[in-house]
């Protein structure tokens, strides 16, 4: 069992701060899906899908992480290193834009360090 509290309260908040980063990279989707469409004709809206289901796992796997943060530190590290990766991707494809996205990552990846370096309980 781990000591800390670190990885879930930042696993918590980190998926609580997904959720509007992943409308932002929704909406940053569309324009993009938009301009495609303008000048190509192709309407599939691959971008708006793809950050919409992006951010959903991340936000899972958050919970996830934070949840499995006392009874298994390194599932619960490799979730919420695995919801920072997210995090980044979506922070890279809104042209590092969105605050949400930097603030998700920065949250995961400090919880998911902590997960994976914690000393456990015997």
Not at 18 to 41: E, K
Not at 57 to 66: E, K, M, N, Q, R
Not at 102 to 111: C, D, P, R, W
Request: proline fraction near 2%; glycine fraction near 14%.
């Amino acid at each position: 069992m781990g000591k800390s509290n670190v990885p879930m309260i930042m696993g918590i908040i980190g998926s609580c701060c997904m959720l509007p980063a992943t409308i932002y990279g929704m909406i940053c989707g569309a324009v993009v899906d938009t301009a495609d469409a303008l000048s190509t004709g192709d309407t599939s809206g691959d971008f708006t899908g793809m950050a919409m289901i992006l951010g959903i796992v991340a936000i899972i796997l958050g919970i996830v992480g934070a949840v499995k943060g006392k009874s298994s530190p390194k599932v619960s590290g490799i979730c919420l290193i695995i919801s920072a990766i997210i995090a980044f991707i979506g922070w890279w494809g809104t042209a590092f834009s969105s605050f949400f996205h930097l603030a998700s990552l920065v949250l995961f990846v400090i919880g998911g360090i902590v997960a994976l370096t914690q000393k456990i309980n015997d």
